[in-house]
C-alpha cells in the first residue's frame, strides 16, 4: 500500500536500512535484508535492540507493518548468540486475543502452515522471516491477523455492521479492523480499494514496480443501542504519495452519503469520478509534455526536466552577457493553471555563496486556450522583458551583501 509509505527519497531510505542492517549479525542481517527490499508491503523497522548489555550484535527490532491504512507493531526477537534458530514474534498489546498458533477449530490447517515455517527454519534460507511475517499478516483465515480483526468485527452486536460486511466483503484487497480504546468509543475502520492503477503502459518512463492506489478509509461508529440511529460513516480518502505528481486527492469531493446508504451503493458513483479525474489528470501529462518539448524552439533543450508527469523543467537564458536559468513548475491543473517561473542567476550569489533567485512569476499573460506554441512564445517574450529588471535586481542584491 503505496499509501501508507513515509514520503522520503528512495536513495536516503536505502542508505537508512543499510545503516538499520550493520547493526545485525550476518545471518540475522540476510534475512532482514530480504525482508526490507523484496516485501510487497511498506515494511519499516524501528527500536533495534540489544539482547545484553555487552552483546556485539543487535538481535531484536520493531515491524510497522501496513494494516487497515495504519500501522501495527509486531516485536521480532532473536537470540545473537544463537542466529540460527527462528525468532519469537510478540504482538501489539491491543492483541491478546490473536493467537496464530493454536490448534483449535478452524484454523488448524493454518496454524501447521505457520508451525511448519518454524519447525523447518533455515537460517541460510534469507526468506524466511518475509515468509513468517506475510504469512501471519495476510493470511485471510480467522487464525491469522486480518482474518482475526474481521473475525472480531463479525462478532459485534450491530446488525447494520454485519450488512456492510456480507455486501462488501467480495471486494479483492478489502481491510477491516476494529478499532477500541480508553479515550475513545469503539469504531470499525474499512479500508476499501477503489483504483490499482498501472501508469507504466501510459506514462512514459513510470518505473514498472510502483503502482498508484487510491482508498477509501470508511469508520462507522458501533452502536451500544440498536434503538440509536445509524449516523453517516467518516470518509476520507488515501492515496499514494506518488500520486500528488499526477493530480490532488485532496481537492476529490466526494459524492454526500444519503440516509440508509451502505458501501455497496456509494462506492460505485465514487469509483465513477475518480476515473474520470484520473483520466483528466493523464491528459494534462500528455499537455504539460507537449509544452516542454514546445520550450525547445525558443530556449534550446532543457538543462533539466522530469520527465514522468512532466512537473518541472529548467532552461538556459542569456540576455548580452548576463546568463540566468528560469525554472518552470507546471501545475497539475495545467493548462487551466499556469507554470510558476523563477529566475536563477548564473553570475551572481549571495553571502553565502547561493544563486540569487528571484520571486515566483505567476502574473504574466496566460491563457489555457492558446496552443502550446503560442504559450512558449508568451513566456519567452515575457522573459525577454522580465530579465533587464532581475539583472537590476541582483546587482542590488550585491550591493547589499558586500
Not at 535484508?33 to 543487535?58: C, F, H, M, W
Request: proline share 7%; charged share 25%.
Amino acid at each position: 500500500m503505496t499509501s501508507l509509505r513515509m514520503d522520503m527519497g528512495e536513495g536516503k531510505g536505502e542508505e537508512k536500512e543499510k545503516g538499520i542492517i550493520a547493526h545485525f549479525p550476518p545471518l540475522i542481517a540476510a534475512q532482514l535484508d530480504y525482508l526490507l527490499t523484496r516485501s510487497p508491503l511498506p515494511i519499516k523497522v524501528e527500536q533495534v535492540s540489544y539482547g545484553s548489555r555487552n552483546a556485539r550484535y543487535a538481535d531484536r527490532f520493531t515491524l510497522l507493518l501496513p494494516c487497515c491504512l495504519d500501522y501495527i507493531k509486531w516485536d521480532v526477537i532473536y537470540n545473537s548468540q544463537y542466529p540460527w534458530a527462528a525468532p519469537d514474534i510478540i504482538f501489539g498489546l491491543d492483541d491478546d486475543n490473536f493467537q496464530p498458533l493454536s490448534f483449535t477449530g478452524e484454523g488448524q490447517e493454518t496454524s501447521q502452515s505457520i508451525w511448519g515455517i518454524f519447525c523447518d527454519w533455515k537460517i541460510k534460507d534469507p526468506s524466511g522471516l518475509l515468509r513468517l511475517i506475510l504469512e501471519l499478516r495476510l493470511g485471510s483465515s480467522l487464525n491469522l491477523y486480518m482474518g482475526y480483526q474481521r473475525k472480531r468485527v463479525e462478532e459485534l452486536d450491530d446488525p447494520r455492521l454485519k450488512f456492510e460486511i456480507s455486501t462488501i466483503i467480495p471486494r479483492e484487497g478489502l481491510e477491516i479492523c476494529l478499532l477500541s480504546g480508553i479515550e475513545r468509543p469503539d469504531a470499525v475502520k474499512f479500508a476499501v480499494p477503489l483504483l490499482d492503477l498501472d501508469l507504466s503502459n501510459i506514462l512514459v518512463g513510470y518505473p514498472l514496480r510502483h503502482h498508484l492506489q487510491i482508498f477509501l478509509q470508511v469508520i462507522f461508529p458501533v452502536r451500544k443501542r440498536q434503538s440509536e440511529m445509524p449516523s453517516a460513516p467518516q470518509l476520507k480518502l488515501v492515496a499514494s504519495t506518488t500520486l500528488k505528481e499526477l493530480f490532488d486527492i485532496e481537492d476529490v469531493t466526494l459524492p454526500v452519503w444519503l440516509d440508509g446508504m451502505c458501501m455497496a451503493e456509494y462506492i460505485p458513483n465514487l469509483e465513477e469520478n475518480l476515473r474520470a479525474q484520473v483520466s483528466e489528470a493523464i491528459a494534462s501529462v500528455n499537455s504539460r509534455r507537449l509544452f516542454i518539448e514546445a520550450l525547445v524552439p525558443h530556449f534550446g533543450r532543457p538543462l533539466e526536466a522530469e520527465t514522468v508527469f512532466c512537473r518541472r523543467v529548467s532552461i538556459l537564458a542569456a540576455s548580452g552577457n548576463f546568463s540566468f536559468l528560469v525554472h518552470l513548475t507546471l501545475p497539475i491543473q495545467f493548462p487551466k493553471q499556469q507554470p510558476i517561473l523563477t529566475f536563477q542567476s548564473s553570475q551572481h550569489f549571495d553571502s553565502q555563496g547561493m544563486p540569487i533567485t528571484s520571486r515566483l512569476y505567476a502574473d504574466y499573460p496566460w491563457s489555457p486556450r492558446w496552443d502550446v506554441s503560442e504559450m512558449t512564445q508568451r513566456i519567452f517574450e515575457f522573459i525577454v522583458e522580465e530579465c533587464v529588471n532581475f539583472k537590476k535586481f541582483c546587482s542590488d542584491a550585491l550591493q547589499l551583501h558586500r
